[in-house]
């Protein structure tokens, strides 16, 4: 099945800086790879997501880029601000049945100090 | 607003006792999940269902059991609860038909088995 690795576990950066986190899957078939925020107390909610047909996507200070041949992702954020402080998790989708199933990645925690 | 609840936010329970999480969906959504989320190991899913009375094994089904007697409510069974099912029980929610539909996703049930 699909495995999807998550890189860093914690990240901290100083506010207004940029935050990376990388991800890999094995799985050629996947084709969908979201973001989700999880803030504290909270599930998690879908940030950004990206399709196997685009190499990049863009929502103000959040972007994804996505390289199938490598099969990596990652989720790049701007201008840091505190309240981006949260865990964050990637995701692949594969088909399974009639439902797709999201195999997550083990998260990054990341921190926006002041 | 999108809107998925889960019974209880806090659960202690003992060794053996059966234990049932209620998960309830207010979006018409046909595709319902459980996963447990530990630190360290992301969300693993463990069963999810397509449809009323439907239901396939996710990744780690292994001493749950779910219901699904109506559209709107999916259940998670510990049918005997076990310390290393002490975890943070998470429940999801989408609509069917195409990849990468968005999960929505409840608050959360935190269970801890002594």
């Known amino acids: 099945g699909e495995n999807v690795e998550q890189h860093p576990s914690t990240l901290s950066v100083q506010e207004g800086d940029s935050a990376v986190i990388k991800c890999t899957y094995s799985?050629?078939?996947?084709?969908?790879f979201p973001w989700y925020k999880q803030e504290l107390g909270k599930g998690p909610q879908l940030i950004i997501d990206?399709?196997?047909?685009?190499g990049e996507k863009k929502d103000q200070r959040i972007a994804v880029t996505l390289n199938k041949t490598a099969k990596h992702f990652s989720l790049h954020i701007t201008e840091t601000q505190p309240e981006d402080s949260a865990v964050y998790f990637c995701?692949?989708?594969?088909?399974?049945?009639?439902?797709?199933?999201?195999?997550f990645g083990t998260g990054t925690r990341l921190q926006v100090t002041l | 607003d999108v809107k998925v609840t889960q019974s209880s936010r806090y659960l202690v329970k003992r060794t053996g006792e059966k234990v049932f999480l209620e998960c309830v969906q207010d979006?018409?959504?046909?595709?319902m999940f459980w996963y447990r989320q530990d630190p360290g190991l992301g969300l693993r899913l463990i069963y999810f269902?397509?449809?009323?009375?439907?239901?396939e094994k996710g990744d780690i089904p292994e001493g749950y059991s779910v219901s699904r007697e109506k559209k709107e409510r999916f259940s998670l069974i510990l049918e005997s609860a076990s310390t290393n099912q002490t975890s943070m029980y998470l429940c999801?929610?989408?609509?069917?038909?195409?990849?990468?539909?968005?999960?929505?996703f409840g608050p959360g049930t935190r269970l801890l088995v002594l």
């Open positions: 999801a929610s989408s609509s069917p038909g195409w990849v990468g539909e968005t999960q929505y």
């Open positions: 799985d050629s078939a996947s084709n969908y």
């Open positions: 990206i399709r196997s047909n685009v």
């Open positions: 995701a692949a989708t594969t088909i399974t049945g009639t439902a797709s199933k999201l195999t």
């Open positions: 979006m018409d959504h046909e595709n």
């Open positions: 269902s397509y449809d009323v009375k439907m239901k």
